[in-house]
Every structure is written in structure tokens, then in C-alpha cells.
């Protein structure tokens, strides 16, 4: 027994690297670093906005429909249910924890927004752990969709109560519907809802139609839009660290720490691979769109100088590079 494990680890260790050296090579990402590059030597180098719009409705329209499409297949289940309350138990859990870990250091205002985004989710890392799932020659379950879309308003609800009970000056009010509206009606959360929808409802033969559209093309779509994404991330970057250490320090670590722990205690819902990794990447992210679109509105002191350039510049290359290949080990082998 003991000679067997000593020689299975080393393996497990190999394969591990190879799957990392392979992430890092993925042509995605490197357009991601290329973005990063343009603006470090000041290229004139960028995606038109309405360019870079349509390509992010695209994303989610072609994964919602995907996603819809695998869900017509799927007979639901205990394990399905007990995954979508265990998609927003992550969603509830994630924005307190980190609310007191964060309000050390921030106020009550920047730390309620932060955790709030950290604990909702990134449909941008969702879209990317699909292509790595791809990649391993594995597919996305339709319901994980659903929970990716269920996870978006709890976190966005607890961190506003978070900063209306802990803020000083107590002069954050919002009204607890108008919140779930907006989460629920935010562009992103209606298209890959509706897509899911219209997936699930759309026939083989005619889902089959549009397959070129929805399939072939959706790693080049993916490939130019984590350019623009590197670019933006370049520019936000500059200004970032004049907050200190203490914001790159919890955008690098937590988010990986939260990857790490609910990959391993997904097994308690769920033994498919797949669904523990997509549970990893899901805890792991951090929303950079819905979250502070109701932020703008509701939370008007919170600073989108924190939480967008470490949800985009620090979270999000640390989970498209280091995180995926970790989080579909722990899935593989805890």
C-alpha cells in the first residue's frame, strides 16, 4: 500500500504541472497578457466599446443557451437541488467573512462593496473554466448555470445590509426589492437567464441550426475579449496600488483560499468533477460587472478604485492562471 502511494503522488504531481504549463499557454490567456502588455509600453492598442459589448452579450448568450441546451437532458434531481442551495449557501457565506476581515482596514462602505463582489460571482472566469473544461475534454452541466445566476443578488443584498448596520454615519438606506430588481434585471443575469431559458426550450434540430455560432466561433470571441480585458486590466492596475498591500494581499489570497475550500467541500453535494470545479471557480471569482452596477447606485461612497482593480487586475489572472489547474486537482483527488 505504502509503495503504491509513493509512486502515485509524484504522478499526481506531474500531471498537475503539465496541466498548469498547458493553462498558461492557452491561447486566451496570452491574448489576456498581451492586453496587459499594449498598455505597460503605451500601445495605442484597444477593442472598440461597442465591439467589446457585443462580444461580452455573446459570451453569455452562447454559454446561457449551451447551458439551457444540457439542462434539457438532465432529469432533476436531490443532488441538483441541494447543489443550487449550495451555490447560494457560497453566495450568503463568502460576503460576511470577508466583510469583517476587510472593514479592519476599509470602511464600512468599500468593505461591504468588496465583499459583495467577491461574494458574487464573475460570468467572465464562468465563460473561461467552460473553455478549460473544454479543454479537458469534459462538459459543463446545464444546471450550473442556473447557480451561477442564482449567486449574483445574495451577495449584492448582505453586503448592503452589511454596510447599512456597520457604516458610522448610518446614512445608507436602500430598499431590499428595488435591490433584488436590479440583480435580477441586470443586463448580464437577464441574457444568460433568457439564453438558459430559450436553450432549454429550443428543440435539438433547430439548436443544432446555430451551432456554429454558438460553438465553433466561441473560443476566438473568448480570445479577443480577454485581450480588451487585459487592457483594461493594465490600465486599472497603474492606480491601484496606491492603496497599499493590504487590498492585492486579500485579492490574491482569499479568493484562492475560497476556490481551494469549496472544491474539496463540494464532495458533500456533488461527486461529478465538473460541477466541483465549476463550484471552486464560482467561490473563487469575483463579479466586476453586476456588483458594481448596484454599487454606483445604492453605495455612492463605496470606491470603484478598490474593488474593480482587484476583482479584474488581481483575481481574475490569478484564477484564469494558477487557480483553474489547482481547483480541477482538488476536484480530481481530495
Known amino acids: 500500500m505504502n509503495t503504491h502511494v509513493h509512486f502515485c503522488w509524484p504522478k499526481t504531481i506531474k500531471m498537475n504541472i503539465d496541466l498548469l504549463i498547458e493553462n498558461l499557454t492557452n491561447p486566451a490567456l496570452l491574448f489576456f497578457v498581451l492586453g496587459i502588455i499594449a498598455v505597460s509600453v ?28 444540457e439542462l434539457s437532458h438532465e432529469t432533476f434531481s436531490a443532488e441538483i437541488a441541494w447543489s443550487m442551495l449550495f451555490g447560494i449557501g457560497i453566495s450568503l457565506f463568502i460576503p460576511i467573512y470577508t466583510f469583517f476581515i476587510l472593514k479592519r482596514r476599509l470602511s464600512a462602505y468599500d468593505a461591504g462593496a468588496i465583499a459583495a463582489a467577491y461574494g458574487s460571482v464573475s460570468a467572465v472566469t464562468f465563460v473561461t473554466a467552460v473553455s ?43 430598499s431590499i426589492p428595488s435591490v433584488i430588481k436590479h440583480s435580477l434585471t441586470n443586463g448580464s443575469v437577464l441574457l444568460i437567464l433568457g439564453s438558459l431559458a430559450i436553450g432549454l426550450l429550443t428543440n435539438a434540430k433547430h439548436a443544432e441550426g446555430i451551432k456554429p455560432f454558438t460553438n465553433d466561433i466561441f473560443k476566438g470571441f473568448l480570445a479577443i475579449f480577454l485581450l480588451d480585458m487585459g487592457i483594461v486590466s493594465g490600465r486599472k492596475l497603474k492606480s491601484f496600488f496606491e492603496f497599499g498591500w493590504f487590498p492585492f494581499v486579500f485579492a490574491l489570497v482569499i479568493p484562492f483560499l475560497n476556490g481551494c475550500a469549496f472544491a474539496a467541500l463540494s464532495s458533500f453535494v456533488t461527486d461529478d468533477i465538473t460541477n466541483r ?3 471552486a471557480v464560482l467561490a473563487a471569482s469575483a463579479s466586476y460587472i453586476a456588483v458594481p452596477a448596484a454599487m454606483k447606485i445604492t453605495v455612492p461612497k463605496a470606491n470603484p478604485g478598490l474593488f474593480l482593480p482587484m476583482a479584474l487586475a488581481v483575481t481574475f489572472p490569478m484564477n484564469i492562471t494558477l487557480g483553474m489547474p489547482v ?8
Open 132 to 174: 478549460y473544461l473544454d479543454s479537458q475534454q469534459l462538459t459543463l452541466h446545464g444546471h450550473m448555470v442556473a447557480i451561477m445566476a442564482l449567486m449574483e443578488s445574495p451577495a449584492i443584498i448582505i453586503g448592503l445590509v452589511l454596510i447599512s448596520i456597520y457604516n458610522k454615519e448610518k446614512t445608507s438606506t436602500f
Open 277 to 279: 470545479f465549476m463550484f
Open 327 to 334: 481547483y480541477f486537482m482538488i476536484a480530481q483527488h481530495f
Open 42 to 69: 503605451k500601445s495605442d492598442l484597444e477593442i472598440p466599446e461597442n465591439s467589446s459589448k457585443f462580444i461580452s452579450l455573446y459570451l453569455l448568450f452562447s454559454i446561457g443557451f449551451k447551458g439551457g441546451q
